[in-house]
């Protein structure tokens, strides 16, 4: 007989369905649900149930009720294998044994030796009845503190649905459970406790991960890349087949990198705690200004043959195509690699590293303040290298800096990270890793010293979730949304109607800086003019005037500006547009409106979804999703109306539709190869497993393991002498 058609006349309460506790010995979080109830009548000898989870219910409730937990003890089984004797009795029965092998360190226990209990048995017609009872206890009990024991608290289907969800999301597991206590109303009116939201969860990661945290991180690319053939990924095992370097990208991040692999920033800084793998993201720019993910990977060290590799598995997922261009910090190893895998891309590295060690480096001078102005000034101010050469030269000599080896080391590589050598090239109006480092700070709320390799993984997929709405949220206000121009020149119009909003804003603050630009003096040589153009900005509260060259043929409209910003962000300068406007230039050539910012080209990835949740959820969790969303319709109809309303309860109460206590547990089969969980950095000081033992834990422990010696072999013996079955058993002791 179902739960569900279960109405007990011993819980004195109206009860539509109890679903039945499968073993009270389990976790909280793999057991079903149970409603508070009280007025539970005392067991007495005679009360018969229709099957033994009933009496399994019964009994538990009715313990909830006086303060003790339950426990289904024995059972005893016919000649046939059916059930014909049961003993529920106080969780607090027995007596404990300590298995420590520090005597010195008892673990703490609930038993204590307690005789209260039940027996049943089966009936002719299969109706249990309790046959004998022992109702006094030998320990307090306290009604209000029953929640704690492990028997009464349950966590149900909708609860740990919404854990589920909230540790998908990126939301901690105290934050979580905290908003549950909100909605109940108090810590009292809850029916588990934090920790069996942790376990629950922690339960739910290991069904996810399987045999280890490598071969589940494997099986986990194998479904995605079942949902979406263009899923790319790539591990690298070592000698010992363990798991050393792992690369993916997913396949709206391979179809971005053809709109925007131009230019990508690479940063390791970001550690994964469990492992301590960095973290290395390939981020690009997309049309909005955004950053945008476009494969990353996990290492196990930061050296030469881990860039190479991590390298060639990104090449080979952008099918050999590499960038013009890429922003890394000055690491070294990551220098010879990009040299390696990539000898004709761009390498520059991230300017605001470089100018944040001017000061640990510098410090040790007495003019320490007048030297890092004058670095300053020259680094930024300077438009032409030779600028920057002679006014570099200028600092050194006045100074006295010929000794110092890092200023030296900078200087030689200044083709890397000095503006005025790096701006010939586009950028996307990148000059620091930043963009890689505001990507590992989504994942600091998120990931902590617990994390596995997997967990990082689907934390990496709502990073990517984020992005995208992010990026359809921009797309949808660019198609939408319309600004006033601020000026009535016809050039503001036309960057409107092709630029996304935050280009065209770009776009609008360089043509309203054209006001602070004025004419010097310009040279003819036939179609070609050279102008150059003045323009006054504030510095630290005063006054600056910088000085530019601009050079425009008039046949072809081909124009040029040493501050280069065309060039470095694919946006005319305000020095261009004067110039433009000065000879009747109403509109922006085409040429100079990169395909790359405009909101009116219709790009392959917007077309591919991220919606790999099938490969998260397990089965229960996508049953329980696909229910709630009818539930939710439903509830949405009759919610306007007491009569609706009561339709729908009537139909709920009266509904055929039992609880089911069963777990359908999907195996995923695993990769053919197994692959071994990568190797945790060891940490420092004496291993606790590896401590010298005093003489008398010593006695101790050899005490213990000569009197388990004994006992098994009296045990053996015992069994031997019991044999019934020949010569089969004999071979079995044998």
């Known amino acids: 007989m179902s739960s569900s058609s279960f109405t007990s006349s011993y819980i004195n309460q109206e009860d539509n369905g109890v679903q039945m506790e499968k073993n009270d010995d389990e976790a909280a979080s793999e057991e079903p649900e149970l409603e508070n109830r009280e007025n539970v009548q005392e067991p007495r000898v005679g009360m018969t149930f229709n099957n033994i989870d009933e009496i399994v219910v019964y009994y538990r409730e009715y313990g909830k009720q006086l303060g003790f937990p339950v426990r289904k003890r024995t059972s005893q089984k016919g000649d046939e294998g059916e059930l014909k004797y049961v003993t529920i009795s106080c969780g607090r029965e027995g007596k404990y044994k300590s298995k420590s092998s520090n005597v010195l360190k008892p673990h703490p226990s609930i038993k204590t030796g307690c005789k209260a209990r039940v027996r049943a048995g089966i009936l002719l017609d299969g109706r249990w009845q309790i046959n004998s009872i022992k109702l006094d206890h030998n320990h307090d009990m306290s009604p209000t503190k029953a929640r704690y024991f492990r028997c009464h608290r349950t966590i149900s289907s909708d609860m740990k649905r919404r854990i589920e969800l909230n540790d998908r999301a990126g939301i901690r597991l105290n934050k979580s459970y905290n908003s549950l206590v909100v909605e109940v109303g108090g810590h009292e009116n809850i029916s588990f406790l934090e920790k069996d939201c942790r376990n629950y969860i922690e339960n739910v990661r290991r069904l996810r991960l399987g045999e280890g945290d490598a071969t589940a991180i494997q099986t986990y690319f194998l479904n995605m890349q079942a949902q979406n053939s263009n899923f790319f990924y ?273 776009f609008h603050d360089e043509l309203i800086g054209k006001m602070y630009c004025d004419y010097v003096s310009h040279k003819v040589n036939a179609a070609n003019f050279e102008y150059q153009i003045s323009e006054d900005f504030m510095m630290e509260g005063k006054k600056k005037r910088l000085y530019f060259k601009v050079w425009l043929n008039e046949d072809d409209n081909e124009v040029r500006c040493n501050c280069r910003m065309f060039e470095f962000r694919g946006i005319l300068c305000r020095h261009t547009i004067y110039v433009f406007l000065r000879h009747n230039i109403d509109l922006i050539p085409e040429k100079y409106i990169m395909r790359r910012w405009r909101k009116d080209v219709k790009r392959c990835h917007t077309r591919i979804e991220i919606n790999y949740e099938s490969c998260s959820l397990t089965p229960e969790a996508q049953r329980c999703h696909k229910m709630q969303k009818a539930f939710d319709e439903i509830k949405e109809l009759a919610n306007d109306s007491d009569n609706k309303c009561m339709i729908v309860m009537t139909w709920v109460d009266n509904s055929p539709i039992g609880r089911n206590t069963e777990n359908d547990v999907s195996s995923i089969p695993n990769p053919s190869q197994h692959i071994l969980t990568p190797l945790a950095a060891r940490k420092k000081g004496r291993p606790p497993f590896k401590r010298r033992k005093s003489q008398l834990e010593q006695a101790v422990r050899k005490k213990q393991d000569s009197k388990k010696k004994k006992q098994e072999s009296n045990k053996k013996i015992k069994s031997c002498g019991n044999n019934t079955n020949g010569e089969k058993e004999l071979n079995v002791c044998n």
């Open 234 to 506: 790539a591990i690298d095992l070592d000698q010992d087949g363990r798991l050393r370097n792992v690369f993916w990208a997913d396949a709206r991040s391979r179809a971005a990198y053809e709109e925007f692999g131009d230019v990508v920033t690479f940063d390791t800084t970001y550690l994964t705690n469990k492992y301590d793998m960095p973290f290395a993201p390939f981020v690009g720019v997309n049309h909005h200004g955004q950053s945008i993910l476009l494969g990353c990977g996990l290492i196990s060290s930061e050296d030469t043959n881990a860039f190479i590799w991590l390298f060639k598995s990104w090449l080979a997922c952008m099918h050999e195509h590499a960038p013009r261009g890429i922003i890394t910090d000055q690491d070294k190893a990551m220098k010879n690699a990009i040299e390696i895998i990539f000898p004709n891309t761009r390498h520059r590295w991230c300017l605001w590293h470089i100018m944040n060690k001017f000061p640990s480096k510098l410090n040790r001078y007495n003019q320490y303040e007048s030297i890092m102005y004058a670095l300053q000034s020259t680094v930024y101010g300077s438009l032409e290298k030779v600028e920057f050469e002679e006014g570099w030269g200028e600092i050194i000599e006045k100074y006295e800096l010929q000794d110092n080896e890092w200023l030296a080391g900078l200087y030689n590589e200044r083709q890397r990270w000095v503006p005025c050598f790096v701006k010939d090239s586009f950028w996307a109006g990148m000059s620091t890793t930043q963009r890689s480092e505001s990507m590992n700070a989504f994942f600091d709320d998120h990931v902590n010293s617990k994390t596995t390799l997997k967990q990082f993984v689907e934390q990496y997929e709502n990073a990517l979730k984020v992005k995208v709405q992010k990026e359809k949220q921009e797309d949808f206000k660019s198609s939408s949304i319309g600004f006033d121009c601020g000026t009535h020149y016809n050039m503001e119009k036309q960057a409107q109607e092709v630029y996304t909003i935050s280009k065209y804003k770009e």
